[in-house]
């Protein structure tokens, strides 16, 4: 039982006689009562398409010829067309004259031979039979706009049955586990605000060529024939900064601390203590102004560090996180304030043989992370502080990293938004915070008037039509504090979208969308610079340079192991200590689960790569770094190099000299091999051991073989040693990568 309906009910004896539609030697046989739909060939061959779903005893046939058929059922108000194409295409559409929910197609995934091609986030290739992912599924809705490609394939003994959801929103995809079976049904809601504007259209390939990738291979060739994709080259064309990004990773600049231990003078640290509590008893002084604003236990520790006769770790900690407190702005809960490079500067003046100049500051967005970079060798990155604040108060820092030659930008969101009543708490962060009028007058509404909740259940969403001025006028002024190289919006790319029932500004979840796509390109055009977003997908494709989040997904949002228990060896980690953040930096192993279910490379194909490789660049989720998870570590760098993934980092100065080996020695083989790969698209994959642990990939004809398993692997008379890579570039030299041999 799914949303009311037995199917169990539902079987043969409720169909009437089909109606049949020819192309040549092959039939395609519809069930008007029930919609069973079943194809099949001179040969014998028959294929179950859909099953029986619903029965409607009154039906109208409109038209019919040999290839096409046009059906009314005037007790649901409801059109049903089918067309049976040259090609053997099947295309189906449902038109409706009131807001309705149908149910089409229902398709069984037999758990003993069948995969389901599945493209969230790259891709995966599942097996039913496979426990973890039956119960994972197991009442499973999933909206298809949230998927990265609007379409899903089931792999069969000899051919694949591919479902191409030609306007995906309203639709979703519902699964319920079966004894031999796994069940999935499409679910298509015709909308009030929406219901006569847009039919429901699916398109249906019967692909006899046994792949995984095969059914994107397809899709990419839609794409092409409509002239739908905009390549990569295209992309540095219209915006030649975009060129930075070949070969480049991407790290997100952890700044946990305004001034940091690295600010003092070597061999300072102590006299410059002695020197503010001199200054505070002599009223003295920037420090002396600020004073007040201390607890009482951070003041004696301060005087019991001045009478130390040397500093320990501890003490340094404690004296470096009480000059932030006395940078800070007060009454603001911010750990980035705009009075807080002014209060630095002064601080400096006081005692400027003490400290270095503010603008050589800080260990994430700073010039010493950038030299750090380069005096390493790496001579290209993408570099994005978390905020708009820390980046305004390192201005200099943009300009420094784009003079050698990375490219350095922002995080800014505008989906979420905040009420001012929340500001300086927990509850809100800089970019959800809007103008109250602003709040108020932007909002959307769900059909029951009320307002949909905002990240976290914490304000509301944005319409993005009613806060496009504010948007452009908020980007202006960035770009005017910062000479920005690169822009990172948040969400806009997620395949997350609404329909506003307001007043003021209705909104469709088509016309959602098209205004997120639009602000994008406004974005790039406007300023020059490539840009970014959340998981990205197809919709969001011509107009990105890199999306986060389609290599590795977030994962594990409502594992409290993860989330909430701090004793938890699993848990990601809290936003302390300043110096060194466990939530950017902590490692931690990964649960079985999630591991087998997200990162097993026998359940991963390259989808999304097939299909874009050549026109965007596909990285991590911020919240799932390269190095965060212990225990997948090598494969993840594998799949990286293999799949032709930036490695994604949170970075400070600590971290990166601490982890250094490691990220040169991968920067190496991905900085080589990446600009060779992106000139051209997937144009084959395979799995070549039976266990699908030795993979091969082909980027026109540049091929690399991946080895995920414990022994080496015969490959072509070139020994591939385990946990490693085969790269055999266009003129037929090979290298290895091996991500733990540095």
């Keep these: 039982m799914i949303n009311g309906l037995d199917y169990a009910t539902l079987t043969y004896a409720n169909n009437s006689t089909p109606l049949t539609l020819r192309q040549g030697g092959h039939a395609l046989r519809f069930y008007p009562k029930s919609g069973l739909l079943e194809y099949a060939n001179s040969q014998g061959y028959s294929e179950l398409l859909s099953d029986s779903i619903f029965h409607l005893p009154s039906f109208k046939i409109q038209t019919k010829n040999d290839s096409s058929l046009s059906i009314y059922y005037p007790d649901m108000g409801l059109t049903c067309q089918l067309v049976f194409e040259e090609n053997l295409e099947i295309k189906v559409k449902f038109s409706s004259t009131k807001p309705q929910t149908i149910y089409w197609p229902n398709v069984s995934i037999s758990k003993a031979n069948h995969f389901l091609i599945w493209p969230v986030n790259e891709g995966y290739y599942i097996p039913f039979s496979d426990t973890l992912f039956a119960k994972k599924f197991d009442g499973k809705k999933v909206d298809a706009t949230y998927l990265s490609l609007p379409f899903w394939a089931v792999e069969k003994e000899s051919a694949t049955s591919m479902y191409e959801m030609v306007n995906p929103f309203y639709d979703a995809i519902l699964f319920e586990n079966q004894d031999s079976t796994m069940e999935l049904r499409v679910q298509h809601r015709f909308t009030p605000n929406a219901a006569l504007k847009e039919p429901y259209e699916i398109k249906i390939m019967h692909l006899s060529n046994r792949s995984p990738i095969t059914p994107a291979l397809h899709f990419r060739k839609e794409l092409q024939e409509k002239d739908d994709l905009v390549s990569f080259v295209q992309k540095i064309e219209s915006v030649p900064l975009t060129k930075r990004m070949i070969g480049a990773p991407y790290a997100r600049l952890i700044s946990g601390q305004f001034i940091t231990k690295y600010d003092i003078r070597k061999g300072k640290h102590l006299p410059f203590v002695r020197a503010i509590i001199k200054d505070v008893q002599s009223k003295k002084g920037f420090v002396a102004a600020q004073w007040e604003r201390l607890e009482p236990y951070q003041k004696d520790l301060m005087k019991q560090i001045a009478q130390s006769e040397g500093l320990n770790n501890y003490q340094q900690k404690v004296f470096i996180r009480i000059l932030n407190a006395l940078l800070k702005e007060e009454g603001v809960n911010d750990e980035f304030t705009k009075n807080k490079r002014k209060n630095a500067e002064r601080l400096f003046a006081d005692y400027p043989e003490y400290l270095l100049p503010p603008k050589l500051w800080g260990v994430g967005v700073s010039i010493r992370m950038i030299d750090a970079l380069k005096d390493a060798g790496i001579d290209r990155m993408i ?32 989906k979420s938004i905040h009420d001012p009543s929340t500001y300086g708490t927990d509850d809100s962060w800089e970019t959800a915070q809007m103008p109250k009028a602003l709040f108020d007058s932007v909002r959307m509404k769900q059909e029951d008037g009320s307002y949909y909740p905002g990240f976290k259940s914490i304000g509301g969403i944005a319409n993005p039509k009613a806060i496009r001025s504010y948007y452009e006028k908020r980007i202006n002024t960035n770009f005017e504090e910062v000479p920005y190289s690169y822009y990172f919006i948040d969400t806009d790319a997620f395949g997350e979208y609404y329909d506003d029932y307001s007043q003021n500004h209705p909104l469709t979840q088509q016309e959602d969308a098209a205004q997120l796509i639009g602000r994008l390109k406004w974005l790039r055009a406007q300023k020059m610079v490539p840009i970014g977003s959340e998981k990205g997908t197809c919709f969001f494709s011509n107009v990105l340079d890199i999306n986060e989040g389609v290599a590795t997904p977030i994962f594990g949002f409502r594992d409290k192991d993860m989330r909430k228990d701090k004793n938890s060896p699993y848990y990601r980690g809290r936003y302390w200590p300043p110096e060194m953040q466990e939530i950017s930096f902590k490692e931690i192993p990964m649960k079985a689960t999630y591991q087998h279910r997200k990162f097993d490379p026998r359940f991963k194909i390259p989808l999304w790569e097939t299909v874009y490789h050549d026109c965007l660049i596909s990285t991590a989720h911020s919240a799932s770094p390269s190095l965060k998870y212990s225990n997948v570590k090598t494969d993840v760098a594998l799949t990286e190099m293999f799949y032709q993934y ?41 799995f070549l051991t039976d266990d699908r642990l030795v993979q091969s990939i082909q980027f026109g004809t540049i091929q690399l073989v991946a080895n995920y398993s414990s022994t080496y692997y015969q490959f072509k008379g070139q020994e591939i040693p385990s946990k490693s890579i085969l790269f055999i570039d266009e003129k037929g030299n090979h290298s290895y990568f091996d991500p733990e041999n540095f």
């Design 646 to 686: 930036p490695p994604f980092y949170n970075l400070n100065f600590d971290f990166f000299r601490n982890n250094k080996d490691r990220i040169v020695h991968h920067y190496k083989f991905y900085s080589q091999a990446h600009p060779q790969t992106i000139k051209f698209p997937v144009t084959k994959f395979e």
């Design 383 to 414: 570099l994005q502080a978390t905020g708009r604040q820390i980046a305004f108060d390192r201005k200099e820092v943009a300009e420094y990293a784009f003079e050698r030659g990375y490219l350095f930008g922002i995080y800014d969101s505008y």
